[in-house]
């Protein structure tokens, strides 16, 4: 039983990392030592950072939402589940954790769809898709996963 | 003596040197988009009364260009709009000199609009003081500003997040309420004898969270009672 808690708690932690990193690194896109997205265009030459922001298009802005919605969805939802952890009755399930979960790995799909739909108008050839964006596509299945794993756990009598 | 002798002077120089300045007020950037109406609005600060000789002038450069065109003048109580150059039957006088405001309206705007339009004030006998300088932007589609979306995107998805849980808690607190109401009618016909300490118990029993601590308690003693 202690297992599957830890286990639990090491796949929720790992995605609530997994997301932070994907939403605040500026790497969904490079180009040799340029980094775009999400938030600035970066280039560095000379030892240091020439940075821009992105420019204003739509969908961007959309992304940046759903991924900081997902990230906070997660959090809360960690932040609920060591709440219920302590205050469900016995046998209960942690329902509000999954929800929370689900809606965040809901969010994170809609901003990696969105992206991977939207960004092959933007980019060049040579452009290739930056570690963010892997991440955040790798997010959606674990944060499914472990929303799934809250609506089977059930507290133990 | 001598500090507060000082003072005055100093405070008379600095009303003195105010007195002979004049102070233009625009904005610095104006957006617009092609084909609509653009009011470029003038003001200026002044320590003197507003003369009835005050006048207001505005010039044109284009981006580019080395020269400026003068296309507005107020004089005399008079406005003098151009009818000749680029803004022929588009310029229009929308100010109120006596209110120190010498704003124009530029009708049906262009690409050809885009450059800077300088806007020179004088109140006699408050003449010295710079003009002030307001771009003018024509934009196909004005850009949506960045944030915008993202910030609105995230406000409303918390604000429906926060709204479901109140509602959700003050529907707990209705049904709570509710059950005890109906307790309360089922004790009151049966008679008085019990409800005293029955009365008190649903009485000390009125917070939902009571309640549910109540009920599970109940649980637990019926299962105990079962293993038993």
Redesign the interface.
């Known amino acids: 039983m202690l297992a599957i808690l830890l286990a639990t708690i090491v796949l929720h932690l790992t995605d609530l990392i997994i997301l932070f990193i994907a939403t605040c690194a500026n790497a969904w896109r490079t180009h040799g030592v340029t980094n775009y997205d999400l938030w600035y265009d970066c280039t560095q030459n000379n030892g240091g950072y020439q940075c821009r922001g992105t420019s204003d298009a739509d969908w961007l802005q959309a992304v940046q939402a759903l991924m900081v919605l997902a990230t906070v969805f997660c959090l809360i939802s960690f932040i609920i589940f060591l709440c219920q952890l302590f205050t469900l009755v016995k046998g209960g399930r942690f329902f509000f954790t999954a929800v929370f979960q689900v809606l965040a790995s809901l969010f994170v799909m809609s901003g990696a769809i969105i992206y991977t739909v939207m960004s092959p108008e933007w980019k060049n050839e040579n452009d290739a898709y930056g570690y963010a964006f892997v991440l955040a596509w790798l997010a959606f299945p674990l944060t499914l996963i472990s929303g799934f794993i809250y609506i089977v756990l059930r507290k133990k009598e | 003596m001598l500090s507060v002798l000082a003072l005055t002077s100093v405070v008379l120089l600095g009303i003195a040197s105010q007195t002979t300045a004049i102070v233009v007020y625009t904005s610095w950037e104006r957006h617009a988009l092609v084909g609509t109406d653009v009011r470029l609005s003038c003001s200026f600060f002044s320590w003197k009364w507003t003369s009835p000789d005050v006048t207001f002038s505005w010039h044109y450069r284009p981006d580019g260009a080395k020269d400026s065109i003068a296309i507005f003048h107020y004089a005399g109580g008079a406005p003098y709009v151009d009818n000749k150059g680029p803004f022929r039957d588009r310029l229009e006088f929308v100010g109120n000199p006596s209110r120190r405001d010498g704003s124009i309206l530029i009708k049906n705007v262009d690409f050809g609009d885009n450059g800077t339009f300088t806007c020179d004030a004088k109140n006699p006998p408050d003449i010295a003081g710079s003009p002030s300088n307001v771009r003018l932007l024509v934009f196909e589609k004005v850009?949506?500003?960045?944030?915008?979306?993202?910030?609105?995107?995230?406000g409303v998805?918390?604000g429906l997040l926060i709204l479901i849980v109140a509602i959700y808690y003050l529907m707990r607190f209705l049904v709570a309420r509710r059950v005890f109401s109906l307790s309360m009618s089922k004790h009151g016909k049966k008679g008085k004898g019990k409800e005293g300490s029955q009365q008190k118990q649903a009485l000390a029993v009125t917070d939902p969270a009571k309640l549910k601590a109540a009920a599970?308690e109940k649980k637990k003693q019926e299962s105990r009672r079962e293993k038993k």
């Open positions: 850009p949506v500003q960045a944030g915008v979306i993202t910030g609105a995107i995230i998805v918390l599970s």
